[in-house]
């Protein structure tokens, strides 16, 4: 008697989750190549601790002379996420900043206070995402009367993602063309290791790409456009991530070069050292960032 094998029940594939994208996050890789943190100027060094939601950072510019003290916490109160970041410096007022949002909830409220400073800064944001849209509403108001909104919104289908911002100012009524300023556009396509975005923002309109290659490489280019007075920059770049550091270079029309690296030197101590060179290659600009967490 022959043995009957039964197929293999075929399981449906899982639909993949549209990823949400927010306005701020477009170009943001092809900035991260040309634009990173590892080009510094000036000497600094910075001291970290991490806890449970808190956090305390001292930060210290040896050029500058200037001393700043950090310190956050976040705690939650029944059902609300409450913040305070406290931050005071010798070259500004003390700021303390409190921040409140429901868990689960697209609305967070915040006031910022500077002590020793002028005026108040009260702000509520709304921020909304689904499948495939974000859309980002904050009601700023300070006591030296700047009262506006600030709106932002992106939406995505495949692999497009198309995003606008603007700053509403409800008090310029009696003038209806004072009260939107600030616009800008965006659109990013973005598609297996390659990413082509545009950004306008006034008049400088920009066009760049990045694609990445093996072994933690990436390579970006950008051409930057001042519509109002017709002049056009370009600037080509790349990072080399590797397990003992990241490594950055960038080039721009001008003749500027730019070269960074940042990378670990203990398990809490990570350096950062940037150049600046024109287009004679006499260095313009140096400096170093040592940077301890705990």
Same mark, same amino acid.
Request: charged letters at 20%; proline letters at 2%.
């Given at each position: ?22 306005? +701020? !996050? ?17 000497? +600094?060094? #910075? ?11 001292? =930060? ?11 310190? #956050?916490? $976040?705690?939650?109160? $029944?059902? $609300? ?15 303390? !900043? ?11 409220? #915040? ?35 700047? =009262? ?10 495949? =692999? ?39 950004? &306008? ?12 290659? $093996? ?9 930057? +456009? ?20 990241? &490594? ?13 690296? +940042?990378?670990?030197?203990? !398990? ?15 260095? #313009? ?5 040592? !940077?301890?967490?705990?």
């Amino acid at each position: 008697m022959r043995r009957q094998f039964k197929k293999p029940v075929a399981f449906p594939k899982k639909k993949k989750k549209k990823k949400t994208m927010a306005f +701020s !996050d477009i170009y943001k890789d092809v900035k991260n190549v040309l634009y990173p943190k590892t080009f510094v100027s000036g000497k +600094s060094f #910075s001291v970290k601790t991490k806890g449970n939601g808190m956090g305390v950072e001292i =930060n210290s510019n040896l050029d500058k002379k200037t001393v700043s003290a950090k310190f #956050s916490d $976040n705690v939650k109160v $029944n059902e $609300n996420q409450v913040g305070l970041t406290t931050t005071t410096s010798t070259a500004g007022p003390t700021v303390i !900043d409190i921040t409140c949002q429901k868990v689960g909830s697209g609305v967070k409220y #915040s006031l910022k206070e500077k002590v020793g400073g002028e005026g108040t800064d009260v702000a509520v944001g709304v921020n909304t995402k689904c499948s495939d849209t974000s859309v980002n509403a904050t009601w700023n108001y300070k006591t030296d009367k700047v =009262n506006n909104i600030v709106v932002d919104g992106s939406y995505t289908y495949e =692999n497009v993602t198309v995003g606008a911002k603007t700053v509403v100012h409800p008090m310029e009524y009696a003038k209806p063309s004072a009260m939107v300023s600030g616009v800008e556009a965006a659109i990013q396509f973005k598609k297996n290791n390659l990413t082509v975005g545009m950004l &306008y923002k006034g008049d400088i309109m920009t066009m760049g790409l990045a694609n990445v290659y $093996n072994k933690g490489v990436v390579v970006g280019a950008e051409v930057i +456009s001042d519509l109002a007075k017709g002049t056009t920059k370009i600037g080509v770049g790349a990072q080399c991530k590797q397990a003992n550091g990241t &490594y950055n270079v960038r080039y721009t029309s001008n003749g500027e070069t730019n070269v960074g690296a +940042s990378f670990p030197v203990a !398990d809490n101590i990570a350096v950062k050292m940037g150049a600046q060179f024109d287009n004679n290659f006499q260095c #313009s600009k140096q400096g170093m960032a040592v !940077d301890f967490t705990f």
